[in-house]
């Protein structure tokens, strides 16, 4: 008996950030010969991976170089500068792939939220971030740190922020971060940060990795206030805790420089009339307590969130048949990464959810539930589309 080889899909992928890129991978693996297109509003691929991991962290950003693999090697297209939901409709992408995944991640920096957060001086961390790594959209035309600054969370970001504040310009340089973002922030000129966060030292967000690499930081003095008692939840809490005070204690006893730890407090204003003076703040466990930090400038490491004027929003795709455990929206239509679940997860954890996904549609295939047929890329009739020589962009 003859077996029907059953045809492979169409797929589109929409953004090209480790969430995109390892799903690529995943479905790669399962059809050799699938037309497989993701598509980026950047003109460049690879999105968190490319703007928003820092510099000096040359390891991580590394996972870049197997993803080439994917464009140079493995037959999957790029193409840059075509925003879905403007450029190219979504239903337009849907009539002509058989597969649409919506992979574009969440990058708006969430608001602190409080009277006060959109002063000038009042940073999202993702921003400057972003501006660091040479992201388009970002500029640093009327950016000002200062020489004292209060850092809001105390999250991986938040100790990258620190790491990076207090980098010489010599060394932002060899890292190939633009002599203008290098004179806006004025690394030099740095003399305080205060990094605030509303957990408890233990329950802190931070990696311990993350904070030792701060002992590499030359002519800095580290101040661990508000540690309390408890180590935070068992004996990695005990651990993280034991780490800052560590860190404080080890550090020289002066220095042109120092960084001051705060845990256990809840923004309440940031205070200025026409740029920030200061960052008032409440206690976490007692309301009568009160801290106030007199500071040039705010950075706001809190976390992201989708940004209202996307053109792609999930909830407008989403129904009662949805299942976004396994990364389904309606037929044909999924999400993957951050715009599936959320802002959270390393790029280790991209992986892993890009992997349940592309099982998710390597069985609606494979079960004839999703039938493939449709044209991909040749059905775009009305779009023109022109090649670099490793990737594609629009015209």
Same mark, same amino acid.
């Given at each position: ?16 950030? !480790? ?10 693996k ?12 950047? !003109? ?12 000096? @962290? ?12 994917l464009?140079?090697? /493995? ?7 075509? /925003?879905?939901? =403007?450029?190219?409709?979504?239903d ?14 969440? @990058? +708006?920096? %969430?608001? $602190? *939220? ?8 009042v940073?999202?961390? *993702?921003?400057?971030?972003?501006l660091?790594?040479?992201? !388009?959209?970002?500029?640093a ?11 809001? #969370?105390? +999250? ?13 310009? /010599? ?11 290098v004179?806006a922030?004025?690394p ?8 605030? #966060? ?12 993350? $904070?030792r690499?701060?002992t590499? $930081? ?8 508000? $540690? +309390? ?8 809490? &005990?651990?993280?805790?034991? &780490? ?9 006893? %002066? ?6 730890f ?5 923004? /309440?204003?940031?205070? #200025? ?16 307590? =009160? ?9 706001t ?15 407008? @795709? ?13 037929p044909?239509?999924?999400c ?8 959270r ?7 892993a ?5 592309a ?11 999703l039938?493939?047929g449709? !044209? +991909?890329?040749? #059905? ?14 629009? &015209?």
């Open positions: 008996m003859t077996e029907i080889k059953t045809p492979s899909p169409t797929i589109a992928i929409v953004g090209s950030g !480790p969430s995109g890129c390892y799903l690529a991978q995943s479905l790669r399962r059809w050799k010969e699938a037309e497989i297109v993701i598509f980026d509003r950047l !003109p460049v691929p690879y999105g968190l991976v490319r703007f928003g991991v820092a510099p000096d @962290h040359l390891g991580t950003k590394a996972v870049a170089r197997q993803f080439d693999r464009f140079e090697r /493995e037959g999957v297209r790029f193409i840059g500068r075509t /925003e879905i939901g =403007s450029s190219i409709m979504l337009e992408l849907r009539d002509c792939f058989d597969v649409v995944v919506l992979a574009s991640g969440l @990058h +708006g920096d %969430r608001a $602190l *939220g409080v009277p006060g957060d959109r002063l000038p001086g940073y999202g961390a *993702g921003r400057v971030t972003r660091i790594n040479g992201h !388009p959209d970002e500029h035309d009327g950016l000002r740190i200062g020489e004292r600054i209060a850092i809001v #969370g105390n +999250g991986n970001v938040a100790i990258d922020l620190v790491r990076l504040l207090l980098t010489p310009a /010599e060394r932002l340089r060899e890292l190939n971060v633009a002599e203008e973002v004179r922030l004025e030099a000129s740095v003399k305080r940060i205060d990094i605030v #966060g509303r957990s408890a030292a233990g329950q802190a967000k931070f990696d311990l990795a993350m $904070l690499e701060l590499k $930081l030359p002519d800095v003095r580290f101040v661990a206030e508000d $540690l +309390g008692d408890e180590g935070g939840a068992g004996e990695y809490g &005990a651990d993280k805790r034991e &780490a800052v005070a560590e860190l404080a204690r080890t550090s020289p006893a %002066r220095a042109d420089r120092s960084v001051h705060h845990f256990g407090w809840t923004p /309440e204003r940031v205070n #200025g009339k026409d740029a920030v003076q200061s960052i008032a703040f409440r206690s976490t466990a007692d309301t009568d307590a =009160s801290l106030l930090l007199d500071v040039e400038g705010v950075l490491a809190i976390g992201f969130e989708e940004l209202t004027a996307s053109p792609i929003q999930r909830d407008h @795709h989403e129904s009662l048949e949805s299942d976004l455990d396994r990364g389904y929206l309606s044909g239509l999924y993957a990464g951050w715009l599936r679940r959320g802002p997860g390393t790029i280790p954890e991209n992986r959810d890009s992997k349940m996904v099982d998710a549609i390597i069985e609606a295939v494979d079960t004839a539930r039938v493939a449709k !044209p +991909g890329l040749t #059905g775009l009739k009305a779009h023109t589309f022109s090649s670099t020589p490793h990737t594609e962009e629009s &015209a």
